[in-house]
């Protein structure tokens, strides 16, 4: 029994196969088996793996990133210069691609100094005038019709053409430009029919109030006192309907008037805008100004 026991806790002994039973694996088999074993290829070869891995990521994507590029460019609409945005938000005109805009402050505070306000004076009419009528001014003709029948340099050609763009296709009543200066009709620019009638209105305000006298009643349209009234309606009609034409939205903002105890709430009216150059499509105007009307026997003063 007790040698029974020593003999269970006796440390087995090993012996050695003899050399013909060690049996070693093929060198492509020890490969292979390796190839299973964690970690067992060494750190270069993993490196190798994770450069032609992203190798070839890049060679079969480059084509098709540039594809992809291409395509953006191709179907990206084109940067539109400021004629292409006159032309999508105004009508035809022959004045657009002269158009210029600059952004400023309006300076239009109630009591702002400007020599277009006040009393008539003979600056001031001239000045008024030299807005919308200087051929009229020069030649001190100023009756009714004379923004139409005495002025040059406010009337252009309109290219036939373009007539349907202004929505007109019999152009039966209209007059031609004259022979040798282009194919088309006789237009002016609105803007000078605004300023006309601004003008207007503010010489109808004066006339009420007994500004006029005989040293400067030349400058007013002849007419009876309804005439003038009439003329003057139409011309607030206008500006109304041109100014919910163009309906600008330019923020006009509200600041506190101090001058009040306790202060007041004011709008400012010297607000910033985006304007045209007003200078720039006078310029053009003139430059571009017809000798006449043309044929006289189509000629119609329409006031």
């Not at 594809?67 to 004629?83: D, E, K």
């Not at 004045?95 to 300076?107: C, K, M, N, R």
């Not at 309906?247 to 304007?275: I, Q, T």
Request: net charge negative; hydrophobic share 35%.
């Amino acid at each position: 029994m007790n040698q029974l026991k020593f003999n269970i806790l006796k440390q087995p002994i090993y012996q050695p196969l003899p050399s013909d039973v060690h049996h070693e694996l093929p060198a492509a088999e020890s490969e292979d088996a390796k190839s299973w074993l964690p970690f067992a290829r060494h750190k270069s070869d993993s490196r190798w793996s994770f450069v032609v891995y992203y190798k070839s990521i890049a060679c079969y994507s480059w084509p098709v990133l540039v594809a992809a590029m291409i395509w953006t460019v191709l179907m990206s609409p084109p940067r539109s210069s400021l004629l292409d945005c006159l032309k999508a938000t105004s009508i035809y005109s022959p004045a657009l691609p002269v158009i210029e805009l600059s952004d400023t402050d309006f300076a239009n505070d109630f009591i702002e100094r400007s020599p277009y306000r006040g009393p008539p004076t003979e600056e001031l009419e001239s000045l008024w005038f030299k807005l919308w009528d200087r051929k009229s001014l020069a030649s001190c003709i100023c009756t009714q019709h004379a923004h139409l029948t005495n002025s040059t340099e406010a009337m252009v050609l309109l290219p036939s053409e373009h007539m349907p763009d202004l929505n007109r296709h019999d152009t039966t009543d209209y007059m031609r430009a004259p022979a040798g200066e282009g194919d088309g009709y006789v237009a002016s620019l609105e803007v000078f029919h605004q300023l006309h009638c601004l003008n207007y209105i503010r010489q109808f305000t004066w006339y009420q109030m007994g500004a006029y006298n005989e040293n400067n009643s030349q400058h007013l349209v002849n007419g009876t006192l309804k005439e003038l009234r009439i003329h003057t309606d139409h011309c607030i009609e206008s500006l109304r309907i041109a100014l919910m034409c163009q309906a600008d939205v330019s923020p006009v903002l509200m600041k506190w008037d101090n001058n009040y105890d306790p202060p007041r709430p004011a709008a400012e009216f010297s607000s910033h805008h985006r304007c045209r150059n007003f200078d720039a499509i006078m310029n053009w105007n003139e430059a571009h100004g017809l000798s006449t009307f043309g044929n006289p026997a189509h000629q119609h003063n329409h006031g």
